[in-house]
């Protein structure tokens, strides 16, 4: 093979490999552009991990928000970005936290915390309180079995002090069986009226309610079982 053949045989050469280059190159693009057409227009699997009690928020609720907020097009999530769909979702009162991914096929999981009600405000205004005090609408999908506050309602009030009280008797095993109901009056004092029992409890202003609850717990133990229970319309522990 003379030297001309030589050079022919490596434009050849050069040429195919060339080609080869082309051909991966413009493969490596199909793909990519598939897994990307895959990604905006993927399906959606909503989980609300803690909805075996409650369901303040469901499935559909999460799927008729991202339909009108243009996430959701025909079965299909148009996917822009996972944080501002957590974003949005955040934004709902019954949701707590939000979580958002691909899984390996290009579908997408929208996970979803509600909020846990510790109780719930009945009156002109209606509407659930968590432990952290944030307030949320009740639900047409379930009903929390928590206690109802009456009275004058004023949210920032049931928000803040009266919600940390809540949350220190959602705490205690028997407190929490044993409230039923908690009216508040005009000049904020509070009366109990428990589960057991044809008797109130005045509690008065919020302010020593652990020290108040203490005494009355001694009180149901050392004293109600063994005059009766009958005895006591009002019980006074609010000193």
């Not at 025909?74 to 958002?100: A, G, H, M, P």
């Not at 719930?120 to 379930?142: A, T």
């Not at 302010?207 to 108040?212: C, L, R, T, W």
Request: positive net charge.
């Amino acid at each position: 093979m003379n030297e001309n053949q030589h050079i022919l045989w490596g434009r050849v050469f050069g040429a195919l490999l060339f080609v080869v280059l082309v051909v991966a190159l413009s493969v490596a693009i199909v793909r990519s552009c598939k897994k990307s057409d895959l990604r905006k227009h993927s399906n959606v699997r909503v989980e609300i991990v803690d909805g075996e009690e409650n369901y303040f928020v469901t499935e559909s609720d999460v799927l008729g928000i991202l339909q009108k907020k243009g996430f959701l097009k025909q079965d299909s999530l148009i996917i822009k970005d996972l944080t501002k769909i957590e974003n949005v979702l955040s934004k709902e009162k019954s949701i707590r936290k939000v979580e958002c991914f691909f899984v390996t096929n290009g579908d997408v999981t929208v996970r979803i915390w509600q909020r846990t009600p510790i109780f719930r405000v009945y009156g002109e205004q209606n509407f659930y309180v968590d432990k952290d005090g944030k307030i949320f609408p009740l639900s047409e999908h379930s009903v929390a079995h928590v206690p109802i506050v009456t009275g004058s309602i004023d949210s920032l009030f049931v928000s803040t002090i009266f919600s940390e009280m809540m949350t220190f008797i959602a705490s205690d095993e028997f407190w929490s069986a044993q409230v039923q109901q908690i009216h508040i009056s005009e000049n904020q004092e509070l009366t109990m009226i428990p589960r057991l029992g044809d008797h109130k409890i005045f509690l008065g202003k919020i302010v020593d309610y652990p020290i108040k609850l203490k005494k009355m717990k001694k009180f149901y133990k050392n004293g109600l079982t063994k005059i009766g229970w009958g005895d006591y319309s009002i019980i006074d522990v609010s000193y």
